[in-house]
């Protein structure tokens, strides 16, 4: 079945401005109450700094400089460390991004949603880098869902890193779909983000036709995946035709896709699992230019 894409940018969010209509209903509520609100510009460069000195921690941790690490380390913390990071993500995807990414997601799995409720089963959803309990898939009652991050914000929220989690038993329990939102581009290094992408494959089931209905076995399991759209759009080493291959690669065909002015997202189903004679990526130049970002992602093995 070809992708079903979205107008490449929605045009009524473009007239409104960003968070205002479409998927923009506000980030949804969080546990904990939001310290006093920074500015939007504060906001973004808040988030920038923080993604800045995390890859240049990666960098140097990697070349083994205990004092330069040290003393990065200290700069994060005198920005507040993840959990400003957290609460400006919060804000500024509420402010400058649309609200709740959920939202698309929920759409997309409408045809199978509609039906849950019906045979009561739901389908188990493993949120990464999950900063409210709240958000339209945990209130659709569709899922069980089960939320992870390096930083709790919240009761419902396990601490946890999804690189460090235990990869499931071959009968172990398994989910029918994962979501990677704004998380990818947290990862410091290309090569992080090619080995979480290539994670996510072990957390799937892979059910055969008796497990899953017709309708089912079209979509499932699914990797929603939301970007910044630069990360794709403006990269001199992606673009999507570079991640749908890498994609492919891991045994994922692209179902959905939607653009907006500041987001991208994807919903991949998961075919089968990598074999070992997968094709590397490397950080190779597809779209030279000097205002382009660095944004990349990398395939060892
Ligand atoms: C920008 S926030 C995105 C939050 C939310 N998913 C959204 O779309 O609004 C990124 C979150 O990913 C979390 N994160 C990054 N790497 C992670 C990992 N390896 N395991 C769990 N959480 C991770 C960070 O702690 C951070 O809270």
Not at 247 to 258: F, I, T
Request: charged share 25%; glycine share 6%.
């Amino acid at each position: 079945m070809p992708p079903k894409k979205s107008a490449s940018v929605n045009r009524k969010q473009r007239q409104l401005g960003p968070g205002v209509g479409g998927i923009a209903k506000g980030r949804p509520p969080l546990a904990k109450k939001p310290q006093a609100a920074l500015s939007s510009e504060k906001t973004r460069q808040l988030i920038r700094s923080h993604h800045q000195l995390n890859k240049q921690l990666a960098s140097v941790e990697n070349a083994g400089n205990r004092e330069e690490a040290d003393e990065i380390r200290k700069r994060i913390e005198q920005l507040g460390g993840l959990k400003s990071y957290q609460q400006a993500s919060i804000q500024g995807q509420a402010n400058d991004r649309g609200g709740d990414s959920s939202a698309v997601l929920m759409e997309w799995l409408k045809p199978l949603t509609s039906v849950v409720g019906k045979d009561k089963s739901k389908l188990r959803l493993l949120e990464v880098g999950a900063l409210s309990t709240r958000n339209a898939c945990s209130r659709s009652g569709c899922f069980d869902v089960e939320r992870i991050d390096l930083n709790s914000q919240a009761e419902g929220i396990k601490q946890q890193d999804f690189m460090a989690r235990s990869i499931p038993s071959p009968d172990g329990e398994r989910f029918d779909v994962i979501s990677l939102s704004l998380v990818l581009n947290y990862v410091p290094s290309p090569e992080g983000r090619g080995d979480m992408l290539k994670r996510t494959c072990e957390f799937l089931s892979i059910r055969n036709e008796h497990t899953y209905s017709m309708d089912q076995q079209s979509t499932l399991p699914a990797l929603f995946l939301v970007l910044p759209a630069p990360c794709i759009v403006n990269s001199r080493y992606m673009s999507e035709e570079r991640l749908a291959s890498l994609m492919e690669s891991l045994g994922y065909a692209l179902l959905r896709s939607k653009q907006t002015s500041k987001l991208v997202f994807y919903l991949w189903q998961l075919k089968a699992r990598p074999g070992s004679r997968r094709a590397k990526f490397s950080k190779k130049q597809v779209n030279p230019g000097i205002n382009r970002n660095n944004f990349s992602i990398v395939l060892q093995h």
